[in-house]
C-alpha cells in the first residue's frame, strides 16, 4: 500500500471565538494579517486573492494587529469577546457604559509622570 504525501487546510469547527472575519469583496488576498499575526491564526488561503483563513480562532491574543495592518480599509473587522470587553458604572446616575458607546468617556486618566 502506498501512502500519498499530501496536506489539508481545513479550519477548526465554528466556535463560539471568531476573533477576525474578512469582507471578500474587499480583501485583496495580500496575506499581511497571515505575516503579523502574533499567534499564527490565521494561514494563507490556498486559492489566490482570496481572504486567509482562519485556522485557530481560541488560540487569538486579541491584539490586533492583523486588521490595524490591512492595507485595505474595511476587508477585516475584529471582534472582542463580551468577556473582554471593558463596562463601568457611573455611580451619580447608576447608568451603564461599554467602551465602544458612542459619546461615553472612560471613567479613568491616564497618568502623566515627570
Not at 492583523?66 to 463580551?82: I, K, M, N, Q, R
Request: one cysteine or more.
Amino acid at each position: 500500500m502506498e501512502l500519498k504525501k499530501t496536506a489539508v487546510l481545513a479550519p477548526n469547527p465554528q466556535t463560539p471565538c471568531m476573533p477576525i472575519t474578512f469582507d471578500s469583496a474587499r480583501c485583496v488576498g495580500c496575506n499581511t494579517c497571515v505575516n503579523v499575526c502574533r499567534t499564527d491564526v490565521l494561514m494563507p488561503n490556498p486559492e489566490k486573492g482570496k481572504p486567509p483563513v482562519v485556522v485557530y480562532p481560541d488560540e487569538c491574543w486579541f491584539c490586533g494587529c492583523c486588521v490595524e495592518d490591512c492595507p485595505v480599509e474595511g476587508a477585516s473587522t475584529f471582534h472582542h469577546p463580551l468577556n473582554m470587553k471593558m463596562t463601568w458604572k457611573r455611580k451619580d446616575t447608576q447608568q451603564l457604559y461599554r467602551l465602544e458607546m458612542d459619546g461615553c468617556e472612560p471613567p479613568f486618566r491616564i497618568r502623566e509622570y515627570d
